[in-house]
Structure formats: C-alpha cells, structure tokens
C-alpha cells in the first residue's frame, strides 16, 4: 500500500484544516489507518487511528475533542479534521497504515506540514 498524505497549510490559532491521505493498494480489513506528528528534534507521536474494516476510531489525549478522524472506503481515503488549533499541534503529518495506535506502520505517507500561528 503507498500513502500519499495533502491538505496541510497555514492556519491562525483556533482555526480548522483537514489532511487527506490517499491510499493506492488493497487495506485489509485488519488495518488501521493512523496519523502521526513530528517536530523535529523529538519523537513521531500518535495522533489519531482508524481500523479501516469496523471503522473504530481512538485519539490520543492531547487531540481529543479537537480532532475527527475518518474514512471513505469507496475513495481509499482518510480524513483527519483538524479544529481549534494550537500553536503547538505544528508539525509535520504522517499518515501510516498497520497496527493502530503504535510506531509499527508497514507504510508511510510522505508528510504534510502544518503550521498553526499564534
């Protein structure tokens, strides 16, 4: 599966953005779809993860309430809407598919920058 991630961009504090990601190739039903986040100097971090088969949906602490994730499956993509931003949600996107909720992705997306302003 190749992952092609978009929709990053500038936003102000408190504003909304969705990133897409793309999936070419077959996702099974045991797959999640996840989103990470990396600024550089520290670790990639879990943001949101989707199990594509039943579509169950987990966060991580610092998103929740803030931020949707999704999935189209006639359009093999997901969504991760993004609202009430922060300054410190800047970060590079990944979107990865594999296990949910954890580092082990068999594919990466490229990354999408998003930057909020303060």
């Known amino acids: 599966v190749q992952l092609q991630a978009s929709g990053g961009g500038l936003v102000q504090a408190g504003g909304s953005l969705r990133v897409s990601c793309k999936a070419s190739?077959?996702?099974?039903?045991?797959?999640?779809i996840n989103w990470f986040r990396q600024v550089p100097g520290k670790e990639r971090e879990f943001v949101a993860g989707?199990?594509?088969?039943?579509?169950?949906?987990i966060y991580a602490e610092s998103v929740k309430g803030r931020f949707t994730i999704s999935r189209d499956r006639a359009e093999d993509t997901v969504y991760l809407q993004m609202n009430s931003l922060r300054p410190e949600d800047t970060a590079v996107y990944y979107c990865?598919?594999?296990?949910?909720?954890?580092?082990?992705?068999?594919?990466w997306g490229q990354g999408t920058l998003v930057t909020v302003s303060s």
């Open positions: 190739g077959r996702i099974y039903s045991s797959n999640a």
């Open positions: 990865g598919v594999g296990e949910i909720a954890t580092l082990r992705q068999g594919s």
């Open positions: 989707i199990r594509w088969g039943y579509g169950t949906t």
